[in-house]
């Protein structure tokens, strides 16, 4: 009976067990969908569910007419998986022979980088960018063991057009400088975030309303820069420095109105596509970062100071030692040369050191320091571009007994170009100093405008009549008795002040100088300010022959660029592009050659056998009579290779139109004309490489009635 009892007993526990076991998965079942089910569910789905970002694009920059000047291309790179399931060696082979077929490389080249890899890759690259076609074709094969990526890098149409204004971006696309780098925030954006799902073997899917919140995209900059008066700004310069074998120079060309900044430029220079290929110092943007002593270009703070503090007379003579040379408180002033007597207005124009500094000792020097601080000097102009310094003003408990007259000829004072740009531009606007400013708005995706910038008045740096009374002072440095006669242009009333600077170098004056010109036209109503300066020219140190010469061949261009002064630069424009000059034919086919030559009326002559010129002479740029003919040497051999789908870019000006077109069109380029007629310039200029489908801009327009009878008599 005992036994039979514990038997049962065994039973019934073993039974209440078993029936026990469904009651607790029942109830773990309740707990895990009902009592923890919201920890559950919240602690699988931070595991299985990720963010990942959905970039934003940046946003372009353009000219003020529209060109863009920088944006975003894709590259397409291509690798292969030879491990991918279903891939066969027929596949493989298949894709190299596609990618030959558009690279113009050997199919062996993409088997062998294939055979080569270790036998445990999973990730062979092919080709880094390939173009749109080569991506498609690839992609239309289908195979899985095929890898396409898009990769979108910074790209400045123009090369090195304005790089130092732009700017350049890193590997993030983050900008480094310029535009690029002030305006970062805004261009780049804000990423969107999507939400997407991610398995055991950490592999990411998209599933159906997943929640999305999509990228706000780039803002684009539209900039005041003129892309015509930005090239003619930077050709002229790098011309101008070769010619006087300076180390470096910057122009700059501003709207004495408004204060925007038409061009920017500086040499040497550098493309931000690579900015790593070239040297750091040429990324420096000297019109803003370089602090220098004026010179000579300080003498209208001198003058202004002056002529309102009614310490000179227009008519008084001043009295300058025969030798040139005066002590002024145990220091030797000189003049670049004897002036004898002269006036006020020779004192300026002749740019007298001996009588300028008489003239800043009658004042007192704290009145001096208010006047030079009033015109913007110690202080940043606060252009919207990085890097930008104040210089340096002391102040008059700083000064020696000598600050003063130097001071009033230039130095014992730091400032940066833009802002000598500055206070030349305030004087051309009636005393009204505005501040410069490159970015002219700012819009967003769909085109609307986000913000404007509207022109602001700093404040008013002279009187209206003081100004109206130094006009013609300032007026006769740009004559033949001025130290800027190299820089009159025929038929272009031009007023400013040359510069000459002895370089401070190791806490003393070295012989080596700064020559600059700072100047604006025309006269009678200024649209156009503009600042050259050259460092240690070795042609001569005097700003009147070096940078006022390239102020001359900047202004006698841009001038041909505005409607409203192009008719009277006619005749100076048709001197300076017409058949006198000889174009580059080196590089062109024959035919494309003879056209050029024949639309110049330019007699030619060739020797050799071949498709190209390889040879010519005289050499493009130099200036022929009418009777000399360019002898062109024939052969096989191009000089300089152009890539695939590039053209080099002919010089255009002095043809007309209709030959301008078909020369283009031979070429696989474009054309956008302006204006009828006989081309005076042209964008881009010319020996640029542009990529073929792209459009030449050129500017033309009628010649004068007289000109034209005259060639039709010949």
Excluded: C
Aim: zero cysteines; a neutral charge.
């Amino acid at each position: 009976m005992n036994e039979r009892a514990v038997m049962m007993g065994r039973m019934f526990l073993l039974l209440g067990l078993i029936l026990l076991l469904p009651f607790a998965i029942l109830m773990q079942i309740l707990r895990v969908n009902v009592i923890e089910g919201d920890g559950l569910r919240q602690l699988w789905s931070s595991q299985a569910i990720e963010t990942i970002s959905i970039p934003a694009q940046r946003g372009n920059i353009y000219d003020a007419n529209g060109s863009l000047l920088a944006t975003n291309i894709v590259n397409y790179k291509v690798a292969v998986d030879p491990l991918a399931p279903g891939t066969t060696t027929e596949q493989l082979h298949t894709v190299a022979r596609v990618l030959s077929e558009h690279t113009g490389r050997n199919a062996a080249f993409y088997r062998n980088r294939i055979q080569n890899a270790s036998p445990r890759s999973r990730y062979i690259v092919l080709e880094r960018s390939i173009g749109v076609t080569a991506y498609e074709d690839l992609r239309e094969l289908g195979y899985r063991g095929v890898i396409l990526e898009e990769e979108y890098r910074r790209n400045y149409s123009f090369g090195s057009l304005s790089a130092h204004t732009l700017g350049f971006v890193n590997h993030n696309t983050d900008g480094m400088a310029g535009l690029e780098s002030r305006y970062n925030t805004l261009l780049k954006g804000t990423d969107g975030l999507q939400q997407v799902r991610k398995d055991r073997q950490n592999r990411i899917f998209a599933y159906v309303g997943a929640p999305r919140k999509m990228p706000r995209q780039g803002y684009s900059l539209h900039t005041t820069i003129d892309a015509f008066i930005q090239a003619i700004t930077e050709e002229e310069l790098e011309a101008g420095i070769r010619r006087h074998q300076a180390k470096y120079g910057t122009a700059i060309v501003m709207d004495p109105k408004t204060g925007a900044i038409k061009a920017m430029a500086n040499y040497p220079t550098y493309d931000p596509n690579n900015p790593a290929g070239s040297e750091t110092s040429n990324r420096r943007n000297f019109a803003v970062a370089d602090i220098i002593e004026p010179g000579s270009t300080f003498k209208l703070v001198t003058a202004i100071a002056a002529v309102e503090q009614g310490v000179v007379d227009f008519d008084e003579i001043f009295e300058t030692p025969a030798d040139g040379r005066r002590t002024i408180f145990g220091q030797m002033m000189r003049d670049h040369d004897p002036l004898g007597d002269v006036t006020f207005t020779e004192a300026i124009a002749k740019s007298s050191n001996i009588a300028t500094s008489e003239i800043a000792m009658r004042m007192d020097p704290t009145v001096f320091y208010q006047y030079a601080r009033n015109m913007g000097f110690g202080t940043p102009t606060n252009i919207d571009l990085p890097n930008e310094l104040g210089g340096r003003l002391q102040r008059p408990f700083e000064w020696s007994r000598v600050t003063l007259p130097w001071m009033s000829i230039g130095y014992e004072v730091q400032t940066t170009p833009i802002q000598i740009l500055q206070v030349y531009a305030a004087f051309a606007n009636g005393g009204k100093m505005m501040r410069p400013f490159v970015v002219d708005r700012i819009t967003d995706e769909l085109g609307n405008t986000i913000e404007q910038t509207r022109p602001g008045m700093v404040r008013r740096i002279a009187k209206p009549q003081t100004i109206e009374k130094l006009m013609p002072v300032f007026e006769a440095v740009v004559s033949d008795s001025g130290t800027a006669g190299w820089a009159a242009v025929d038929g272009l009333r031009i007023a400013g002040k040359t510069g000459t600077a002895q370089k401070f170098i190791d806490g003393r004056y070295r012989a080596a100088y700064r020559a600059s010109f700072a100047g604006f036209f025309p006269v009678e109503d200024p649209a156009y300010v503009m600042l050259v300066i050259l460092d240690e020219p070795r042609t001569s140190i005097f700003g009147g022959f070096t940078a006022g010469s390239i102020f001359r061949e900047i202004a006698a261009r841009v001038a041909g660029l505005d409607r409203e002064l192009n008719q009277a630069q006619a005749p100076q424009i048709f001197a300076e592009t017409g058949a006198s000059y000889v174009p580059r034919v080196e590089g062109l086919k024959i035919s494309d050659a003879r056209a050029l030559l024949s639309a110049k009326r330019i007699a030619a002559r060739t020797s050799g056998t071949g498709t190209f010129v390889i040879e010519q002479i005289p050499a493009a740029g130099e200036e022929i009579n009418g009777n000399t003919a360019v002898k062109m040497k024939l052969g096989e051999v191009i000089p300089d290779s152009i890539p695939d789908g590039f053209a080099r870019i002919p010089d255009l000006r002095g043809m007309n139109m209709r030959q301008a077109t078909s020369l283009l069109l031979s070429k696989g380029l474009d054309i956008e004309t302006i204006g009828s007629g006989t081309i005076y310039t042209q964008f881009p200029r010319e020996g640029d490489l542009m990529r073929k489908g792209r459009t030449v801009t050129v500017r033309g327009m009628a010649r004068p009635m007289q000109e034209a009878a005259t060639v039709a008599a010949n």
